[in-house]
């Protein structure tokens, strides 16, 4: 790599990496202010707070890597253009090919940089975001069980604990059921332990007592008991059965699904197919748009006014491919024989990529075969 292409793509990587960094900043501020309320509100600590946004970064990256390329293109080319540095490069002989080379080279970059993170690094973390997720809803003592207070976690249910010990054991614990129509239900217990089993939570109720009120007949049931056990499944707003999630599932998983193992995952085999696939279609778009955005800069001659027509051409130009691979997913995910659709966005990007820097590489000879560029008449 020569001495201009390593000028060009170290600008490139540091304004890329200025970027990266704002708009990750703002996604992670969005997403952090949703994770605060859902789990500092429900009692949960700092750490776990800050473990939720973490996992949700590599996702966060995928999405807002590809935007950081493009605007840091644009920005590096129409600040060379504007200081004259296009110009002297261009006298110094060098083509508009050569010129795209550095660009290409940070497209890989950034195809690689999208293929680690979409195939490894976020499905492991939305992986660990799920287990975490589950574990932290099992958490009662954090979500929903405070000393001293009526909790209602969900409607029907109301929940009141005078002391929790320093090993886990509820004194004096009050619990309403009141989720079946026409039948309320009170549980009071001396003592009681929360134990965890292979279908979710169980709270292990001593020395109590129930009482069922039928709302039709008023009639009221006392029953005591020594030791009862309670279905929490209702009180976590689910079971314990693990729900699964296509961004959580490896690519090699995805590309191999067939209907058996769609079906036993509660997941189509469509949407599985074209989710692999488009991970990979994913890192090759990501190439181009860089491209796009220089090889637009560089098709208007010089300006005082600046390069806005190009920079809109350029903007105009990405904005349909988000459209066809839009498109293109919508047909995927319903038919599995159209998992091929998935590449159809980076190769309308590689063409247009193409068809832009031929028309830069030709306005460029036409430029050197007649006066300098920005030259003044005397």
Not at 8 to 22: E, G, M, P, R
Not at 52 to 75: D, E, K
Not at 239 to 268: F, K
Not at 322 to 333: F, L
Request: one cysteine or more; glycine letters at 8%.
């Amino acid at each position: 790599m020569g001495r201009y292409d390593r000028y060009i793509l170290t600008q490139l990587i540091v304004l890329f990496a200025f970027f990266s960094f704002v708009l990750i900043s703002v996604y992670w501020i969005n997403e952090a202010v949703d994770l605060f309320d859902s789990l500092i509100a429900d009692g949960q600590t700092l750490s776990v707070f800050l473990e939720f946004t973490a996992l949700t970064l590599p996702q966060i990256m995928i999405m807002v890597l590809p935007v950081a390329g493009f605007v840091a293109t644009l920005y590096i080319f129409n600040k060379m253009i504007a200081e004259s540095e296009m110009v002297v490069l261009q006298t110094a002989g060098l083509s508009a090919l050569r010129l795209l080379r550095p660009v290409l080279v940070f497209g890989l970059i950034l195809g690689l940089l999208v293929a680690v993170l979409g195939n490894v690094l976020a499905p492991a973390a939305r992986s660990q975001f799920i287990d975490r997720s589950q574990e932290v809803r099992e958490d009662l003592s954090g979500r929903f069980l405070r000393e001293g207070q009526f909790i209602t976690p969900t409607v029907g249910l109301t929940v009141y604990l005078r002391d929790i010990t320093e090993f886990g054991e509820f004194r004096d614990l009050f619990l309403q059921d009141r989720s079946e129509q026409g039948t309320e239900v009170t549980y009071t217990a001396a003592r009681a332990l929360l134990l965890r089993s292979p279908t979710g939570l169980r709270l292990v109720m001593l020395n109590g007592m129930a009482q069922t009120l039928d709302a039709t007949t008023q009639r009221l049931t006392t029953i005591r008991f020594e030791e009862f056990t309670y279905d929490l499944s209702a009180l976590m707003g689910g079971g314990g059965l693990r729900s699964h999630d296509l961004r959580e599932l490896s690519t090699r998983v995805l590309l191999g699904a067939d209907a058996e193992t769609a079906q036993g995952l509660g997941l189509s085999e469509a949407q599985m197919r074209f989710s692999g696939h488009e991970r990979i279609a994913r890192a090759l778009f990501v190439i181009f748009p860089p491209l796009i955005a220089a090889a637009c800069l560089m098709l208007g001659r010089f300006s005082r006014f600046g390069v806005w027509p190009q920079m809109l051409l350029a903007v105009a130009l990405v904005i349909p491919l988000q459209m066809a691979g839009n498109a293109a997913e919508a047909a995927g995910i319903r038919n599995t024989d159209l998992r091929w659709m998935a590449y159809a966005q980076p190769a309308l990007a590689a063409a247009l990529a193409a068809l832009l820097s031929a028309a830069a590489m030709t306005g460029s000879r036409r430029r050197r075969s007649g006066p300098p560029q920005g030259a003044v008449a005397p």
